[in-house]
């Protein structure tokens, strides 16, 4: 086996942030020249997290492929610069759906089906699939974080499955990094250690020791802190490190780096020994750190209570920001509290304003308001996936004349459905025509992953991309109705985003206006800071001349 293993677990509460430990680290160890790669074990049930509420889990990430994700290969693609697929997200959900097809087929040939060994083993075979079944060859590492927190009883399956991969591979192979809290009281003035030391009793309780201890906390821990969790824990004084807050989440990489994680697990498995090459990095971060000017951009929609529910989106600015040296500050409106009476007050002092994707009818009447303030007043806007199909109806409403243009999914019956559910799409990576079968159940019944696009010559989106051809990621069940494109052309909307058949429409612009853009498909999980996305650089850019002006 060419392929070592390191797993990430988390204990003593969640949100620690393993995802951006996972990533960090593996941004290290590319650095030191190793190729690497990363996987997320979920414990919930669901088969992916494309039906959950985004309030409650946050945005659901989209891979090349098609798969809907959890939020973390956002952060996995954006700190490897690589792109994820489905092998690199497994579930619970998806492991039992997989061995229960497999025992109703007979594969078990009558055996009793049990978590021993039929879940430990598929979850073992999802890991092992990163290194035997990689048609760009075996990655030197593959880091897997295990979701959830040491001591959730949906989690223990995949505790077991790699407390099993120790023994299967060795030790040389297989690496158990346990990120934990290690909480500062200002009251008493000194860290606490407790939480750890428990959550090290409740992992080692079920058969794994961990190798490394990254200790979670608001400052660094002192030497004498680590060498009493060392001895408590059972793990070497130089093995514990600390994960502090920093100021901006690229600085993570570079504070690894500092503690020297990359070069003690380089110890444990045996990697080659080799300087790890951060200048990208710290390019990043002295340009995050030294930006000239500061821009206000308005995201208008209907999940801002959470703000991890457009991680993605957030993070795509901050890069159009730095790659115009610009501090973008954001500002969340809640598309439901505009109305024609509010909306200016609302809007009022904003640079730029960005209306995002979502699902179902509530707040689109606000979403289109704020797409008619900005269209009317000048101000830059981009409109992602439902915000372009709202900056549609908009536009058929208010200049078009069609004014009760409306979409299929928010009335079924309308008369003028400028917006309606796709009956089928020509899917390029399988070379054939997909029909939509109603039937299916709501997380198989969307477009999704990477699609092909061809753009206008002297459109906003050819300018900014520098080419004709894209490939850009989907996630929708609605398009826009080709009843309606003469109509709408005739009316000065530009249709300058198609497929390459013509047949669907996935950008649009008005021409009479600084910069306005509205795409069908999520550029957000394409931007990485190494290479920030070219319509997120425009729009930024675009938003920075508006504040001049």
């Given at each position: 086996m060419k392929t070592k293993f390191i797993f990430i677990t988390g204990g003593v509460l969640s949100s620690l942030g393993k995802g951006l430990a996972a990533a960090s680290i593996g941004a290290l160890l590319k650095a030191r020249g190793l190729k690497v790669t990363i996987q997320k074990l979920d414990p919930y049930i669901?088969?992916?997290?494309?039906?959950?509420?985004?309030?409650?889990?946050?945005?659901?990430?989209?891979?090349?492929?098609?798969?809907?994700?959890?939020?973390?290969?956002g952060h996995y693609e954006r700190y490897l610069n690589v792109s994820m697929s489905k092998k690199n997200s497994y579930t619970s959900g998806k492991i039992y759906n997989t061995v229960i097809s497999k025992e109703r087929r007979g594969d078990y040939l009558g055996a009793t089906v049990q978590v021993i060994p039929h879940i430990t083993d598929e979850i073992k075979a999802c890991i092992l699939s990163l290194a035997n079944d990689n048609p760009e060859g075996a990655p030197d590492v593959a880091i897997i974080e295990i979701g959830g927190t040491v001591g959730d009883i949906e989690g223990l399956p995949f505790l077991e499955a790699i407390r099993q991969l120790r023994s299967d591979l060795g030790r040389e192979h297989v690496l158990f990094i346990h990120l934990t809290l290690v909480p500062y009281l200002s009251s008493a003035g000194e860290h606490k250690t407790k939480p750890t030391q428990h959550s090290v009793k409740e992992l080692r309780s079920i058969g794994i020791q961990p190798d490394i201890i990254l200790c979670r906390c608001e400052k660094?821990?002192?030497?004498?802190?680590?060498?009493?969790?060392?001895?408590?824990?059972?793990?070497?004084p130089d093995a514990v490190f600390s994960d502090v807050d920093v100021n901006n989440i690229y600085e993570v990489?570079?504070?690894?780096?500092?503690?020297?994680?990359?070069q003690k697990i380089a110890i444990l498995l045996r990697l080659p020994a080799r300087n790890a090459d951060l200048c990208g990095w710290k390019k990043l971060v002295q340009e995050y750190t030294n930006l000239e000017h500061k821009v206000k951009i308005g995201i208008v929609g209907k999940y801002v209570e959470f703000i991890e529910a457009y991680k993605s989106l957030y993070e795509a600015l901050t890069h159009g920001g730095i790659a115009n040296s610009a501090s973008v500050s954001l500002e969340f409106i809640n598309s439901?509290?505009?109305?024609?009476?509010?909306?200016?007050?609302?809007?009022?002092?904003?640079?730029?304003?960005?209306?995002?994707?979502?699902?179902?009818?509530?707040?689109?009447?606000?979403?289109?308001?704020?797409?008619?303030?900005?269209?009317?007043?000048?101000?830059?806007?981009?409109?992602?996936?439902?915000?372009?199909?709202?900056?549609?109806?908009?536009?058929?409403?208010?200049?078009?004349?069609?004014?009760?243009?409306?979409?299929?999914?928010?009335?079924?019956?309308?008369?003028?459905?400028?917006?309606?559910?796709?009956?089928?799409w020509y899917d390029y990576r399988k070379n054939t025509v997909v029909h939509r079968d109603k039937s299916v159940d709501a997380g198989g019944t969307m477009r999704l992953g990477a699609y092909p696009c061809v753009l206008s010559e002297n459109s906003h989106a050819c300018r900014a991309y520098g080419r004709d051809e894209i490939l850009e990621r989907h996630r929708h069940r609605y398009e826009f109705n080709n009843a309606y494109r003469s109509r709408l052309e005739e009316a000065g909307l530009e249709f300058c985003g198609?497929?390459?058949?013509?047949?669907?429409?996935?950008?649009?612009?008005?021409?009479?206006?600084?910069?306005?853009?509205?795409?069908?498909?999520?550029?957000?999980?394409?931007?990485?800071?190494?290479?920030?996305?070219p319509l997120f650089k425009a729009f930024v850019k675009a938003s920075l001349d508006n504040r001049k002006n």
């Amino acid at each position: 086996m060419k392929t070592k293993f390191i797993f990430i677990t988390g204990g003593v509460l969640s949100s620690l942030g393993k995802g951006l430990a996972a990533a960090s680290i593996g941004a290290l160890l590319k650095a030191r020249g190793l190729k690497v790669t990363i996987q997320k074990l979920d414990p919930y049930i669901n088969v992916d997290p494309g039906t959950m509420n985004p309030l409650q889990h946050g945005e659901v990430f989209v891979t090349d492929d098609g798969a809907e994700t959890d939020l973390d290969l956002g952060h996995y693609e954006r700190y490897l610069n690589v792109s994820m697929s489905k092998k690199n997200s497994y579930t619970s959900g998806k492991i039992y759906n997989t061995v229960i097809s497999k025992e109703r087929r007979g594969d078990y040939l009558g055996a009793t089906v049990q978590v021993i060994p039929h879940i430990t083993d598929e979850i073992k075979a999802c890991i092992l699939s990163l290194a035997n079944d990689n048609p760009e060859g075996a990655p030197d590492v593959a880091i897997i974080e295990i979701g959830g927190t040491v001591g959730d009883i949906e989690g223990l399956p995949f505790l077991e499955a790699i407390r099993q991969l120790r023994s299967d591979l060795g030790r040389e192979h297989v690496l158990f990094i346990h990120l934990t809290l290690v909480p500062y009281l200002s009251s008493a003035g000194e860290h606490k250690t407790k939480p750890t030391q428990h959550s090290v009793k409740e992992l080692r309780s079920i058969g794994i020791q961990p190798d490394i201890i990254l200790c979670r906390c608001e400052k660094p821990i002192s030497a004498d802190l680590k060498n009493k969790i060392s001895l408590f824990c059972n793990v070497e004084p130089d093995a514990v490190f600390s994960d502090v807050d920093v100021n901006n989440i690229y600085e993570v990489p570079l504070y690894f780096y500092e503690e020297g994680i990359d070069q003690k697990i380089a110890i444990l498995l045996r990697l080659p020994a080799r300087n790890a090459d951060l200048c990208g990095w710290k390019k990043l971060v002295q340009e995050y750190t030294n930006l000239e000017h500061k821009v206000k951009i308005g995201i208008v929609g209907k999940y801002v209570e959470f703000i991890e529910a457009y991680k993605s989106l957030y993070e795509a600015l901050t890069h159009g920001g730095i790659a115009n040296s610009a501090s973008v500050s954001l500002e969340f409106i809640n598309s439901e509290e505009i109305t024609p009476k509010t909306v200016d007050a609302i809007l009022a002092g904003l640079d730029g304003i960005l209306v995002p994707g979502g699902f179902g009818i509530r707040g689109v009447e606000g979403k289109i308001e704020a797409i008619r303030y900005a269209r009317e007043n000048k101000v830059p806007f981009f409109g992602i996936c439902l915000g372009m199909q709202c900056a549609v109806i908009e536009y058929a409403r208010n200049v078009a004349g069609i004014k009760d243009a409306t979409s299929e999914e928010f009335n079924p019956n309308a008369a003028e459905k400028v917006i309606y559910l796709m009956t089928e799409w020509y899917d390029y990576r399988k070379n054939t025509v997909v029909h939509r079968d109603k039937s299916v159940d709501a997380g198989g019944t969307m477009r999704l992953g990477a699609y092909p696009c061809v753009l206008s010559e002297n459109s906003h989106a050819c300018r900014a991309y520098g080419r004709d051809e894209i490939l850009e990621r989907h996630r929708h069940r609605y398009e826009f109705n080709n009843a309606y494109r003469s109509r709408l052309e005739e009316a000065g909307l530009e249709f300058c985003g198609l497929s390459p058949d013509g047949k669907l429409v996935e950008i649009v612009e008005i021409d009479n206006h600084p910069w306005f853009l509205a795409c069908q498909f999520h550029p957000e999980f394409k931007s990485t800071p190494m290479n920030p996305h070219p319509l997120f650089k425009a729009f930024v850019k675009a938003s920075l001349d508006n504040r001049k002006n």
